[in-house]
């Protein structure tokens, strides 16, 4: 069973000189199988990250469908858009966007508020000992290596239990030590799950099963 399935998807950006559009995104046709993780390559600015954002819903295609778990998310309002993430997607942001003013427990406390589970603190402390933070739960983002943010956002994505999980170069600003680590840590708290990590570091892609390359699916780049 496929649990994303995307058909005809076109995304293009207002071109800031303010004449048209620029395209990003021409996919025919893209879907991830249930509990199989997949790893996309592209180079920068192949629209990686802005693919990761469609099928987040965080923003819309001009056309095409995003069918998850059943649910074409294209039909569904903003609002709506926003509580399918909360209760199905885990994403691990490229640049992390954890909030400076909270500590790491609240900032996976903050991943669960828009969920239709309820809060829990005791779950929250769990999945940060999961990923190795036991002893930095009441850190800020500020009181912690980037490493250990990274692990905080892989907590944060754990918090409602997702059956989705997208990862956007979650490796990328680590050392090479570190980044073996959070690699295996992900891959660890995705099994079961339907994954799909973006990177174009081939020391993380090779570690994949299934990869594919954005630029191969993407007709926007023979433009
Ligand atoms: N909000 C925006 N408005 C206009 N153009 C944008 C916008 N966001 C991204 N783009 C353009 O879309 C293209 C794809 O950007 P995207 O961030 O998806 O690339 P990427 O593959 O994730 O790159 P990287 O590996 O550097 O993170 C780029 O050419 C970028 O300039
Ligand atoms: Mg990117």
Redo the contacts with the bound molecule.
Sequence with gaps: MSVVDIKSLIKA????SGAGS?P?LDIESLKLEAGKHTALR??????????L?CISGMILPESGSITLLDTDITTLSEAARDRFRANHIGYIF?SFNLLDGFTALENVKLGMQFADKKLDTSRAAELLEKVGLKDRLHNKPSQLSVGQQQRVCIARALANDPEIILA??PTGSLDPKTSAEVLELIKEVADGKTLML?S?EEQVLSQFEVQLD?ETLNRAMAL
Excluded: I, N, R
């Design positions: 950006y207002p071109d800031p620029v990003v592209g180079t920068s600015g192949s629209g990686k990250t802005t693919l954002h490229q956007d170069e973006v174009h954005l």
